[in-house]
């Protein structure tokens, strides 16, 4: 059998009707669209069952997430509390009173604390050795699940408000 690559170049043609469009040279909001995706990802993952890459995803969409409100520039790299202290330092709305707010920060805290370098969900291992999420033994699908919608549906709604008349 010859390899025939399924990734097709931004300047061919697609005959697949159902093609996954991967390039987002075509979007109308690349970070939205991303974000999306990693939502619907780690959604998929949690309802599957399958644990450690839907921590992975989740962790990513935090830091999707903070890095789309904290806009270009920032250098933090995969450091979700360095996000969340310039964040917090800068007076950034998701600091500002509500129950929901303070759920989603500490939602995103707890994913860092349990994973602070980044690489814990992604290997078997960290990039020290350690077994991946050794300190943490599961979590529960339900409120998994609803910390993520709701990391999501903030997250949403601050994009969506970008441009927006006040």
Known sequence: MTYVSPFGDMDTDHDWPDALC??????VNASEETIGEFYEGTIA??????PQPAF?????????????????????????GKLLKRL???????????????????????LYDRDPGGDQGRYATTTGGTLSLAKVCCANPKLFHQ????????????????????
């Open 22 to 27: 991967l390039s987002r040279a075509h979007c």
């Open 88 to 110: 917090q330092e800068s007076g950034d709305d998701l600091f500002a009173a509500g129950d929901d707010r303070r759920l989603v920060v500490e939602f995103i805290q707890d």
């Open 45 to 50: 993952l949690i309802e599957a069952g399958t």
């Open 56 to 80: 992975f995803l989740a962790r990513q969409l935090a830091e999707l997430s903070l890095k789309a409100f904290a806009g270009p520039g920032q250098n933090a790299r995969h450091d979700l």
């Open 147 to 166: 910390y993520v919608d709701l990391l999501f549906t903030y997250t949403q709604g601050r994009l969506a408000s970008v441009g927006q008349p006040a």
